[in-house]
């Protein structure tokens, strides 16, 4: 039979109906057995389907009339049964055998296809009704060959019906094309599907009939009108919202087909058959998605066809359909699984809140009165549209219809459903995380709560969502959020919390001029209304009200004297919009005695301050406190770490020193709402400024202290006052703190330039810092002259008294008044805490120094290396110390200040000879950073010999000697009669600046006195090689022979009488040693390098020595030196002993000994101290000791002298050494 | 075209938003930043994807009934958030992406601006030369008719 459609394909049978008839139990039961591959078309994937169908007898009528859309009524198939008998070989027939196997038996034919053979479509079922093997396998060949041709001729239907189906869309430009009919045909197809359980291409062509319906709507939009289309946008009269309970909406569907649907019909009719195909397809949150997209899409398409929608029609059509599809979800799914899916479905109930609430305000349902007769009017026109209850939701208590209904009944039961679907959706938000759409629903409800008159309710929500804009540092939401929030304080009587949030909006620069205004009057009508608590004070923060812009202090360094006056200037930036008049601004001060005493010098405190006393605040950052803005800039520093033993480098790095700031916990809890406990602080010191009238922006405002007790103040608070109501800053940062001292007077003397230099005049300078002593008419230094050291008075020295801030207040000129002892400089006039600053010219004399070396240091040979030497040693200058004290007019006790000063030259002499004659030269050194001009140098015997004369062979007199330079005098030694055995000379030259111009006054000259001894040249030492005997040169490796002549050029002296002199005969002689070395290793000495002889003291005796030596190498060879020694006695008690043969035996020993041939006094001196310590093992034995000879009594006439040597002709050694 | 472009920073504070001057101002503040909600929970569902594969278009936050709120997201999460009237229709997803893309672009060249501080504002009204060139970048999108 054909009935409504089930998912079977219909099959249609003709023939034998009893035949047909007992065999449909095996047929229909058998047939959906096996599944079958379904290959389709367009490349869609195969799939395994079960075929089941539905057999009905065949009739005429029953074939395909052309233009047929009904496929799922349609048969595909048709089936001929007859019974034949066969006779086979096997055995008999069968009544219930069928087929003859040549005859047609059972004949299929596919309606479509052309009968071309029919062979293939007979088929003999053989014994259909019996139970054997045989049977089973014609059966199961049957079925087979059945299924295939049902699924074939199925497929084959299908497709034209698709093909037909499109051909019918293309059409869909031309006139008279209708929508509607074409839905019909597109759903046949998915009823097909969904028969089939193809749901997935079942929701297709609804998918796809959906999206051509939003085409032709944009397309209508756009002025594309299709003229079927304009059939939907008749005004909507009926708004019950979606049904998605019935799996199809049958009258819907009908009112389609009808051609009678509105838009919202359409639309109904196709989410209920999308949900109910997404519901099969077990994606129900894909339900709820598609859901909130049609309504709202649903509501765009009916402005844009311009339907007319009665007010609240919509918000009812959506508020239901909300609903419906939540219980539709509800109803198949469990708890668990909605709650894990709260985010797909809290759009939709959130949707439903907005649309509740806005019906709840269209009928008068939030209003304080209730709703008046028009909103009544409305309320009944909207129920009206709403129909009567479907039947299968009118045994549901819950159903969307009846919470609408109920809803809209009255005040109350409205508030309950509002509040209810509130919370559910507040609730949902949170608890996925959504906090700020929880928020945004919060202030509805908040804002319902105010309509409702229950400030108490909203402020929390309101709070809520406030915390959360300023936490992220949305301006417009907070200024929004703010402004309700006043209202709801204000309503609330929360004084303190409504001034404050008005504060802020005074200030909020989102808000109108007019408003602000009105929030800054609110503030000044509160504080000019009489208070019934007098002294009751309100306290606010600062920071919206005016913020602190910058500080200065004068004087700038924001240090003052005790008694001085300190003014502060700060800049208030007032944040209102009209004039504010302030009856005191007042700074609350701490104060603390400074415990670090030197901090109270003005010096220290002047060196540690901002330059310009300017101290700028931090602009406030008040609504955005996220933002990195408001976080401090990083405060980077080198760090270098050192090892404490050798103060190398260990570690080094960058530290940050505000990571405090940086890395805090930010306060999630601070709310700027809230009165923020602002405490006032009373302090003792306060700085005041009253009746202050704040201009909207810049104001400045100065306050005057009067400096009292010493110590140092921070500045802590700033209050403004307006009425009852305070303004607080509760701290003050960055610190601002200014100094109070006492000081007492002192004087500083300290010279102008790195150091001062003796012997000509020096600049030094004198600061009087006054502290609390007050220089009157007549005070003066008194300066106790130091010997040696000179205070210049020049006629125009001026002293220059200064501020405490450095601020030149006068000047005066100096008055110096100078006695044999004592100098006294009148100070001019200065008041307390003033500096007094003036120059004066010292000089201090040259005074020689002590007298240079002794006669033994003179002579040396070779002066030029020894002044090498003297340059490696330093070129620090002697200085010299003068203690002056000054007495001070401030105090009983002198002041004593050392001066030192350096001496800039350095001087050395040496004695220099040739044979018998004598020089004496002076070498002056120039160890300061200036250039001098020497003149008038000057050598003199001080002993005042007659018989000697000083021959200067110095040129100029006068001469220039450059920093770091040195100049070199020479005199010859000339005397007649015997000379005597010491000199003692002076030296003086004349110096000045280079630089100078004109000095006022003359300088001492440089002097530098010295004492030459023992210079006379009593021998002469002659040393000559000669070849071996028969060569003509030497050769290196051949003996070659030294002869030392030794010469006695003077008779019996002075000098010569010590304990090697004997007498005999009236002869004289004393003894000497001689020693031949060689320290260039030039030579080999072979046999003995030294000896003792006797040398007879009259002149022109002579000594000769000869030895043999070996040169070593070859060229021009210097000549090995002699040395001559006073051999003496033995003595007990001279510590200096020497074993003499011991070391005449060791050559080495006495190289080394000997090594330093240009003893000083101080080298011969430790030279002494080696000898005896290594000699200590001697000590007591009777010894001889040796005494070298002064430079200047034997003179080496062989020195410089040099010998050729020729390589030997074997000698072809070359030494290469390769590193 | 669209009705409001928001450009927010990874703290979630607005850097930059503006909306078409006729409609309410604050409408869109209020519909930006309670879209934030969506982006915060795309982005931590991305969070599991690999980094340089990560998509920074975020698609559709949430539709009201008027309009539809598209975001963004940067490396650096700084978040684009694009409001779009529902009417305009003609607007697809690979438009709207590709005017993200130019918003990233712009804003990137404001980050490059030496004189920009990161994290400040992008003054809509300043008569700074360095938001100029975002700022009409961002007009352009909003009166475009597409």
Same mark, same amino acid.
């Given at each position: 039979s054909l009935g409504s459609p089930q998912p079977l394909p219909p099959g249609s049978s003709a023939g034998d109906q009893n035949l047909f008839t007992s065999v449909y139990p095996t047929l229909s039961q058998q047939l959906p057995r096996e599944p079958m591959e379904w290959r389709r078309s367009y490349g869609r994937a195969p799939k395994m389907i079960h075929l /089941?169908?539905?057999?009905?007898?065949?009739?005429? /009528?029953?074939?395909?009339?052309? #233009?047929?859309?009904?496929?799922?009524?349609?048969?595909?198939?048709?089936?001929?049964?007859?019974?034949? @008998?066969v006779s086979t070989s096997e055995g008999k027939r069968t009544r219930g055998g069928i087929g003859l196997k040549m005859s047609v038996a059972l004949c299929m034919e596919g309606l479509s296809q052309i009968v071309c053979s029919c062979l293939c479509r007979c088929v003999v079922l053989s014994d259909p009704l019996k139970d054997s093997s045989r049977t089973q396998e014609s059966w199961n060949a049957f079925l087979t060959k059945l299924r295939t041709l049902l699924l074939m001729s199925f497929t084959k239907n299908l497709g034209k019906f698709e093909d037909d189906m499109r051909t019918l869309r293309e059409k869909r430009t031309e006139p008279g094309w209708s929508f509607c009919e074409y839905f019909m045909v597109q759903e046949e197809l998915a009823f097909v599907f969904e028969m089939l359980q193809q749901f997935e291409d079942a929701l297709v062509q609804y998918d796809e009939l959906d999206a051509l319906f939003s085409q032709y709507v944009v397309n209508f939009g756009a002025g594309d009108g299709a003229n079927w289309l304009t059939f939907f946008c008749q005004p909507v009269k009926s708004w019950n919202g979606l049904i998605l309970r019935k799996p199809i909406d049958m009258e819907k569907r009908e009112s389609i087909q009808r051609r009678e649907a509105t838009l919202l019909d359409l639309r109904s009719y196709l989410f209920s058959r999308q949900c109910t195909l997404l519901l099969f397809l077990q994606r129900p949150w894909e339900v709820a998605q598609r859901a909130l997209e049609l309504l709202h899409n649903c509501v765009q398409e009916l402005k844009l066809l311009e339907v007319s929608v009665p007010p609240g029609a919509l918000d009812c059509w959506v508020f239901l359909s909300c609903l419906e599809v939540l219980q539709r979800i509800e109803g198949c799914c469990d708890r668990a699984q909605i709650d894990s899916n709260i985010a797909h479905t809290v759009g939709l109930w959130s949707y439903a809140t907005e649309k509740l609430k806005s019906l709840g305000y269209l009928c008068g349902l939030v209003s304080e009165k209730g709703p008046n007769s028009e909103d009544l009017n409305r309320t009944v026109d909207l129920l009206a549209g709403l129909g009567a209850e479907r039947p299968e939701t009118a045994n549901t208590a819950q159903s969307p219809y009846k919470k609408l209904k109920e809803a809209l009944s009255s005040v109350e039961a409205f508030e309950k459903h509002y509040l209810d679907l509130s919370h559910a959706t507040i609730e949902m938000y949170t608890s996925i995380g959504r906090i700020r759409s929880a928020k945004f629903v919060g202030k509805d409800l908040a804002e319902f709560y105010m309509r409702k008159k229950a400030p108490q309710k909203a402020e929390i929500y309101l709070q809520g969502a406030l915390k959360n804009y300023l936490a992220e540092g949305w301006a417009l939401p907070i200024t929004h959020t703010r402004k309700q929030l006043a209202e709801c304080q204000k309503h609330l009587g929360q004084i303190e919390n409504y001034l404050q949030t008005s504060s802020l909006l005074a200030s909020d620069h989102h808000l109108t001029e007019e408003e602000r205004k009105h929030f800054c009057q609110e503030i000044l009508d509160f504080a000019s209304q009489p208070s019934d608590n007098p002294g009751h004070k309100i306290v606010l923060p600062m920071q919206s009200f005016a913020q602190l812009r910058d500080l200065h202090f004068d004087p700038s360094n924001a240090v003052v004297h005790v008694g001085g006056v300190l003014c502060i200037e700060i800049t208030m930036y007032s944040q209102m919009p009209v004039p504010v008049h302030v009856e005191q601004i007042v700074v609350n001060v701490h104060f603390s005695i400074e415990k670090n005493s030197y901090r109270k010098t003005a010096e220290w405190l002047t060196k540690h301050k901002t330059s310009n006393g300017i101290i700028n605040f931090p602009p406030e950052t008040a609504p955005f406190p996220v933002s990195q803005n408001s976080l401090p800039a990083l405060e980077l520093y080198e760090m270098f770490e050192r090892s404490?033993?050798?103060? *190398?480098?260990?570690?080094? #790095?960058?530290?940050c020193r505000n990571v405090h700031m940086l890395l805090r916990r930010q306060e999630s809890s601070s709310s700027l709402e809230m009165p923020s406990g602002v405490a006032l602080e009373e302090g003792a010191h306060v700085l005041r400024c009253s009746h202050v009238t704040l201009e909207p922006g810049a104001n400045q405002i100065t306050f005057r202290t009067q400096a009292k007790e010493p110590g140092t103040y921070t500045l802590r608070q700033l209050c403004a006052s307006v009425g009852s109501v305070w303004f607080v800053l509760p701290h003050i940062y960055p610190i601002v703190q200014y100094d109070v001292y006492s000081q007492e007077p002192q004087l500083h003397v300290e010279p102008l330039a790195d150091s001062l230099l003796a012997g000509i005049p020096q600049k030094v300078k004198f600061t009087v810092t006054t502290g609390h002593y007050t220089i009157k008419n #007549?005070?003066?230094?008194?300066?106790?002259?130091?010997?040696?050291?000179?205070i210049l008075c020049q006629a125009e020295s001026r002293a220059v008294v200064y501020s405490n801030t450095r601020e030149q207040s006068s000047d005066a000129a100096l008055r110096i008044q100078s006695s044999d002892k004592v100098t006294s400089i009148s100070l001019p006039v200065a008041p307390a805490y003033h500096v007094i600053e003036f120059e004066l010219e010292v000089l201090s004399l040259p005074s020689a120094p002590a007298l240079g070396g002794e006669s033994d240091m003179l002579g040396m040979a070779e002066p030029h290396r020894k002044h090498k030497d003297k340059q490696k040693t330093g070129h620090c200058m002697v200085t010299t110390d003068h203690k002056v004290s000054i007495d001070c007019p401030w105090s009983?006790?002198?002041?004593?200040?050392?001066? +030192?000063? %350096?001496?800039?030259?350095? +001087?050395?002499?040496? &004695?220099? %000879? *040739? #044979?018998?004659?004598?020089?004496?030269?002076?070498?002056?050194?120039?160890?300061?950073?200036l250039d001098f001009q020497l003149s008038d140098s000057y050598l003199v015997d001080t002993s005042d010999s007659t018989d000697l004369q000083l021959v200067p062979l110095n040129t100029q007199s006068q001469q220039p000697i450059y920093s770091k330079q040195s100049v070199f005098?020479?005199? /010859?030694?000339?005397?007649?009669?015997?000379?005597?055995?010491?000199?003692? @000379?002076?030296?003086?030259? $004349?110096?000045?600046?280079?630089?100078?111009?004109?000095?006022?006054i003359s300088l001492k000259p440089y002097?530098?006195?010295?004492?030459?001894?023992?210079?006379?040249? &009593?021998?002469?030492v002659k040393a000559e090689i000669f070849p071996p005997s028969g060569m003509e040169y030497c050769r290196t490796g051949s003996l070659c022979s030294l002869e030392v002549l030794i010469t006695r050029l003077s008779d019996l002296l002075e000098v010569d009488k010590d304990e090697a002199l004997t007498e005999s005969d009236e002869h004289f002689s004393t003894k000497l040693m001689y020693e031949v070395v060689d320290n260039s290793s030039n030579w080999a000495v072979c046999g003995k390098s030294c000896g003792v002889i006797s040398m007879p003291v009259a002149a022109r005796a002579t000594h000769r020595v000869h030895m043999e030596v070996m040169p070593l190498f070859a060229g021009y060879l210097p000549l090995p030196d002699v040395r001559l020694f006073k051999y003496l006695p033995h003595h007990s008690a001279h510590s200096s002993q020497l074993d003499a043969d011991s070391w005449i035996e060791n050559d080495s020993l006495s190289v080394d000994k000997h090594g330093d041939d240009q003893p000083d %006094?101080?080298?011969?001196? %430790?030279? $002494?101290?080696?000898?005896?310590?290594?000699s200590s093992e001697h000590k007591g034995l009777p010894m001889p000791r040796l005494q070298a000879l002064p430079a200047g009594q034997v003179f080496n006439s062989s020195s410089g002298t040099q010998v050729l040597v020729i390589p030997s002709q074997d000698d072809h050694v070359l030494e290469v050494s390769v590193t | 075209m669209a009705v409001c472009i928001a450009v927010i920073a990874k703290e979630n504070y607005p850097l930059y938003i503006r909306s078409t001057p006729t409609e309410n101002e604050l409408?869109?503040?209020?519909?930006?930043?309670?879209?934030?909600?969506?982006?915060?929970?795309?982005?931590?569902?991305?969070?599991?994807?690999?980094?340089?594969?990560?998509?920074?278009?975020?698609?559709?936050?949430?539709?009201?009934?008027?309009?539809?709120?598209?975001?963004?997201?940067?490396?650096?999460?700084?978040?684009?958030?694009?409001?779009?009237?529902?009417?305009?229709?003609?607007?697809?997803?690979?438009?709207?992406?590709?005017?993200?893309?130019?918003?990233?672009?712009?804003?990137?060249?404001?980050?490059c601006n030496p004189f920009y501080n990161p994290g400040d504002r992008i003054q809509s009204s300043g008569s700074v030369s360095l938001s100029r060139a975002f700022d009409n970048m961002v007009t352009s999108m909003m009166i475009q008719v597409c």
């Open positions: /089941e169908s539905n057999f009905v007898q065949f009739k005429e /009528e029953l074939l395909p009339k052309e #233009g047929n859309k009904a496929l799922l009524t349609f048969p595909f198939l048709h089936i001929y049964w007859t019974e034949c @008998c404490p033993s050798d103060n *190398s480098l260990n570690t080094t #790095g960058i530290i #007549g005070d003066s230094l008194q300066l106790s002259n130091a010997e040696a050291m000179l009983i006790y002198s002041t004593v200040i050392a001066l +030192t000063f %350096s001496v800039p030259f350095r +001087t050395t002499h040496a &004695l220099l %000879s *040739s #044979g018998t004659r004598k020089y004496v030269q002076v070498c002056v050194q120039n160890l300061s950073e005098f020479v005199w /010859e030694l000339k005397w007649t009669e015997e000379p005597p055995p010491s000199l003692h @000379c002076q030296f003086s030259v $004349g110096f000045s600046p280079a630089s100078e111009e004109q000095l006022s002097t530098y006195e010295f004492k030459v001894e023992n210079f006379f040249t &009593l021998y002469n %006094s101080s080298s011969l001196k %430790s030279r $002494g101290s080696v000898h005896s310590a290594c | 409408r869109f503040h209020y519909m930006v930043h309670t879209s934030l909600d969506v982006v915060d929970e795309k982005i931590s569902a991305m969070g599991k994807a690999l980094v340089d594969q990560r998509e920074l278009y975020l698609g559709l936050l949430y539709p009201t009934e008027d309009y539809k709120v598209y975001g963004y997201v940067t490396n650096s999460k700084v978040k684009f958030v694009m409001v779009v009237d529902s009417s305009n229709t003609a607007l697809r997803d690979n438009e709207i992406r590709s005017m993200f893309r130019k918003l990233h672009n712009s804003y990137t060249d404001v980050m």
